[in-house]
C-alpha cells in the first residue's frame, strides 16, 4: 500500500484540494520531487506551499504516520530535512531528530485509483490489461514500446560488455558466444553458451577449412559424441574429437545438457551444431562482415551455408531423414539477426562511442518482420499493432519485466488505466 502512495503521489493522482495539514492548513504541491530508492527519504528535492510559505527539500511517505517512530525515523539525521509527512492514516505526530515538528498532510487514494488498482493488480491472467488496452491511445502506446526497446538493448548491453570484459575485449570472442547462443534457440540456449564459453573460438579458427574438426569439436564439447555407434560418419568425429581434445586439453560440458526431447526436426541441437559448425568453416572474420553489412539481405547471406553431404539424410545420428540440402531457414536467420547481430551492433556502437553502429542495429530490427510467438500473440489478441521485430522485441521486453513481474505500477499502460477518470 505503501507503494501506491508513493506512486499517486510521485504522478500527483491525489485531489489537490483535500492536501491539508493536520492543523488545517492547505498544501500545495508545486513539485512532487524525485523518487528515491536508496536510504533515505521516498523523494528529494521537492517544492510545497504550506499555508503562505514556499518549502523545498523532502518528503516522507507511509500508510500510517506512526510507521515513522516504528521505523526509527525520529532518530535518524537522514529524515531532518523532510519538509512534508505524507500518510494515509494519521494516528501520530513526527518529529525530526531535535524534537521539530514535521507538518503532516493526510492523502486520501481516489476510488477510482483504488478501483483500477484492484482490477489490475489482482487479476490471475497472462495479460491483466488485455481488456482494456484497447482504451490506450496508440501513440502513448508507440512511445512506451520505443522506450521498451531501449530498455531491452541496454539490458543486452550490459550483459555482451561484461562477456567483453571477460575474454580481454576481443570481439571476435564474444560474438562466437553470442551466436552459439543464439543457435540454441530458447530451449538449448544457456547449454549452447556455456559450450561456446567451453571451448575457445581460437581453437575453431585453427580448424577453419576442415569441416569434420569443427563439427567434431562442437558435438564432442556438448557431449553427443559419447556412444558407440555403427555409423561410420559418427565414428570419424569420434576419432578427430578424442585427437582435438587432447590437443587442447578440453572438457566437454555435463552429458544432457543439451536438450533433445520434444523438438521438431528441424531443431534438434545435432542439425543446429552442424549449421554453427557449416558458418565457421566458410569464415573466421563473421563479426567484420557483419560490422561493415549493413542490409538484411546481406547479412542474411552470412548464415546461407552449405553443410557436408551426411546431413542432407540426418537431422539427428539417430534419425536419418529423406534426402533433403538443410538450410538455416529465413524464420531462423531473422531469430538470429535479432537475437545476435543487432545487439552486438548495438553493444559495438555503445562501446565505442559509435552511435552510427546503434542506428544501425535499430534500422536493421525495423526491416525484420515481427517475430510470431505465444508471448506476441498475447498482445496483437489484445489490439496492440505490430509492423517489425522492433516492436516485438519492446513486447518481449514488457511482458517479462513488467507484466510477469506485476510492475503494473511502472508501465506507461498500466499508469494510463489506472489514472482513467481521476481529476486532480
Known amino acids: ?70 521505523h526509527h525515523h525520529d532518530r535518524d539525521t537522514l529524515y531532518d530535512s523532510v519538509i512534508l509527512h505524507v500518510v494515509e492514516e494519521d494516528d501520530y505526530v513526527v518529529h525530526r531528530s531535535n524534537g521539530e515538528v514535521i507538518p503532516q498532510v493526510k492523502m486520501r487514494i481516489p476510488d477510482a485509483i483504488r478501483r483500477n488498482m484492484d482490477w489490475l493488480l489482482l487479476r490471475q491472467t497472462s495479460l491483466p490489461c488485455a481488456e482494456r488496452i484497447r482504451e490506450v491511445d496508440h501513440l502513448h502506446i508507440a512511445n512506451w514500446m520505443t522506450s521498451m526497446l531501449t530498455e531491452r538493448l541496454e539490458r543486452k548491453v550490459t550483459d555482451i560488455l561484461a562477456l567483453l570484459e571477460q575474454n580481454k575485449d576481443d570481439w571476435n570472442e564474444v560474438f562466437y558466444i553470442i551466436l552459439t547462443r543464439s543457435f540454441g534457440f530458447g530451449s538449448n540456449s544457456d547449454a549452447f553458451e556455456y559450450l561456446a564459453k567451453s571451448l575457445p573460438f581460437k581453437y575453431i579458427r585453427k580448424q577453419r577449412g ?30 578427430e574429437y578424442r585427437f582435438l581434445q587432447q590437443k587442447y ?49 546481406t547479412l542474411r547471406s552470412c548464415f546461407d551455408v552449405e553443410l557436408p553431404e551426411y546431413w542432407d539424410t540426418h537431422y539427428h545420428f539417430s534419425f536419418p531423414s529423406p534426402a533433403k540440402k538443410k538450410t538455416i531457414g ?69 511482458r517479462r519485466e513488467y507484466c510477469e513481474k506485476k510492475k503494473c505500477l511502472y508501465c506507461r499502460i498500466g499508469f494510463y488505466l489506472i489514472k482513467g477518470g481521476v481529476s486532480r
Open 1 to 70: 500500500m505503501e507503494r501506491l502512495l508513493q506512486y499517486i503521489w510521485q504522478y500527483r493522482l491525489f485531489t489537490s484540494a483535500d492536501l491539508m495539514t493536520a492543523d488545517g492548513v492547505a498544501v500545495t504541491v508545486i513539485d512532487p520531487g524525485i523518487r528515491n530508492t536508496d536510504a533515505g527519504p521516498d523523494f528529494h528535492n521537492a517544492k510545497v506551499k504550506i499555508g503562505g510559505t514556499i518549502w523545498a527539500g523532502n518528503v516522507e511517505i507511509h500508510c500510517k504516520a506512526s510507521e515513522w517512530k516504528n
Open 210 to 239: 576442415n569441416s569434420l574438426q569443427i563439427e567434431a569439436l562442437l558435438f564432442g564439447q556438448a557431449g553427443l559424441l559419447e556412444e558407440s555407434r555403427d555409423d561410420p560418419y559418427y565414428q570419424a568425429l569420434q576419432q
Open 249 to 297: 586439453g578440453l572438457t566437454p560440458v555435463k552429458y544432457g545438457a543439451i536438450k533433445q526431447l520434444r523438438m521438431r526436426p528441424i531443431n534438434f541441437p545435432h542439425l543446429r551444431l552442424a549449421q554453427l559448425a557449416a558458418i565457421w568453416t566458410h569464415t573466421d572474420t563473421l563479426f567484420s562482415r557483419i560490422l561493415e553489412d549493413r542490409q538484411p539481405e
Open 330 to 398: 529465413r524464420s531462423a536467420t531473422n531469430s538470429i539477426l535479432i537475437n545476435a547481430v543487432a545487439p552486438t551492433l548495438f553493444a559495438y556502437g555503445k562501446k565505442q562511442q559509435k552511435p552510427d553502429f546503434c542506428d544501425k542495429a535499430i534500422e536493421l530490427l525495423e526491416q525484420i518482420p515481427p517475430e510470431r510467438n505465444s508471448l506476441v500473440t498475447l498482445f496483437t489478441d489484445a489490439g496492440v499493432k505490430v509492423g517489425n521485430a522492433c516492436d516485438t522485441q519492446a513486447l518481449i521486453q514488457l
